[in-house]
């Protein structure tokens, strides 16, 4: 009897050696948190960049794509044994609390693989946190903060250009722009937010200045989500600098305008730092008021005719059934697409959800140029986990739509210059 029994204790240890031996299957699918602001003076952008992200899984796991990206041939994630993508969508608010909060519970309670997101700086900057206490990797691609790429974090990696690219990519303009028009610029006026984006891009900013031989004759912060600007637009009035250089979220970027054209301050070149003037809201409220003003960005429209695919995704974007009016795929979607598709493909090369195996695939990840829609050299990630491959463009409100007027090799439009005084316009 006891031999029996020992026969079968042995039989038994063996069966679960051999189970606990096989190779773990793969899951049928993968679950990304996606954090975004969906309500608020920004919503339009947050609904935006879901959509985008939405398309992008949807390629993913629909297969038989025409577009050269790394992903969409086959139906689902190949490395995986085709498993497909799940998207778990939250509203963070624009609110830094909130955005903890919600990578907390995606983490712990939606158990998701990796998180995504989430636009402004100052909510990436307290999700990332989370998910470097978890060890879960956090893939951003649009927050334009330089720090937060210089936090020492392992699982934090970010595919678009920060404020320090965008920034120079603004003071070589004018530098250009003085040689190719034969003027002199010597004066700035910077004026921001108080959040971390504003904060840190003002820094950037005024760091450059000193480098590239200029004067800062005004800078000043106002609080995010103001209700009143008319203090700041007197103080740049008064000192009137040659260039003026705002960093504003959507509804600020609108009260700024009302606000100058109410006080008749007619700053001759206009250089904004991305955020509210890439909004598509932005520009059609404004109309006419916002003709000639210039904003950095990574992405343009207009560059179809050098990179098709921007075309052939701008027409399946807006055909998305959560896209009623048809929108183009503007600046930060198109990101937000990129993003996407780069955490996904990292994923599928990992051929795992393990976090570390994931998070060394992304530090190996090596997109050329043809398989983007951006204006990039590529997506290849520094030990800091930022894209190397950035390139940023200058994009100017012509005949009320964008158009690309720098690097100059890259202009689909030549430079608007001086603006228009506000008695001028029509």
């Known amino acids: 009897m006891l031999t029996k029994l020992t026969a079968l204790i042995a039989s038994l240890l063996l069966a679960l050696s051999i189970v606990s031996e096989a190779p773990a299957q793969p899951p049928k699918e993968i679950v990304i948190g996606v954090l975004y602001p969906l309500s608020g003076p920004v919503a339009q952008v947050g609904i935006d960049s879901v959509n985008a992200v939405k398309l992008a899984t949807e390629i993913i796991n629909t297969g038989g794509s025409t577009l050269t990206l790394p992903l969409g041939k086959t139906a689902g994630l190949p490395g995986l044994g085709g498993a497909r993508i799940r998207l778990v969508i939250v509203d963070h608010q624009g609110k830094p609390d909130v955005g903890q909060a919600e990578a907390e519970r995606l983490i712990t309670q939606e158990k998701v693989h990796a998180l995504f997101g989430a636009y402004f700086s100052s909510v990436t900057a307290t999700a990332s946190q989370v998910a470097e206490r978890y060890g879960v ?6 927050s334009s903060s330089p720090g937060l790429t210089e936090r020492g974090f392992k699982w934090f990696f970010r595919t678009s250009p920060h404020d320090g690219h965008f920034s120079v990519a603004m003071f070589d303009f004018m530098k250009d722009l003085e040689k190719r028009r034969g003027l002199k610029i010597k004066t700035l006026g910077i004026m921001h937010e108080d959040t971390l984006f504003g904060v840190d891009s003002a820094k950037v900013q005024e760091e450059l200045a000193k480098k590239y031989g200029y004067e800062v004759t005004v800078k000043m912060a106002y609080r995010a989500k103001t209700t009143n600007l008319d203090a700041e637009v007197g103080k740049l009035k008064a000192a009137n600098p040659d260039v003026f250089l705002p960093t504003s979220y959507t509804s600020d970027a609108i009260l700024f305008v ?10 001759k070149l206009l250089l904004a730092q991305n955020a509210g003037w890439t909004d598509p809201t932005f520009v059609t409220e404004m109309g006419k008021d916002v003709e000639g003003h210039i904003t950095r960005a990574p992405f343009a429209l ?9 075309r052939q995704v701008n027409e399946a974007f807006k055909k998305l059934k959560d896209n009623p009016g048809g929108r183009d795929i503007s600046d930060v979607p198109a990101r937000a697409f990129t993003g996407f598709i780069t955490l996904a493909d990292a994923i599928n090369r990992a051929k795992s959800v393990n976090p570390e195996e994931v998070r060394k695939a992304l530090v190996a990840t090596n997109i050329p140029p043809d398989q983007l829609i951006m204006p990039w050299s590529g997506v290849k990630f520094d030990e800091k986990g930022q894209n190397t491959g950035v390139r940023a463009i200058l994009q100017q409100v012509q005949k009320g739509a964008y158009a690309t007027i720098y690097p100059f090799d890259l202009a689909a439009a030549d430079v608007m210059y001086p603006l228009a005084p506000w008695k001028d316009r029509k």
Do not use: G, Q, V
Request: aromatic share 8%; no cysteine.
């Open 302 to 310: 207009d560059m179809a005719s050098k990179k098709p695919m921007i």
């Open 137 to 142: 990797p956090y893939m951003n691609a649009e």
């Open 258 to 267: 009302k606000t100058a054209k109410n006080l008749d301050y007619n700053p």
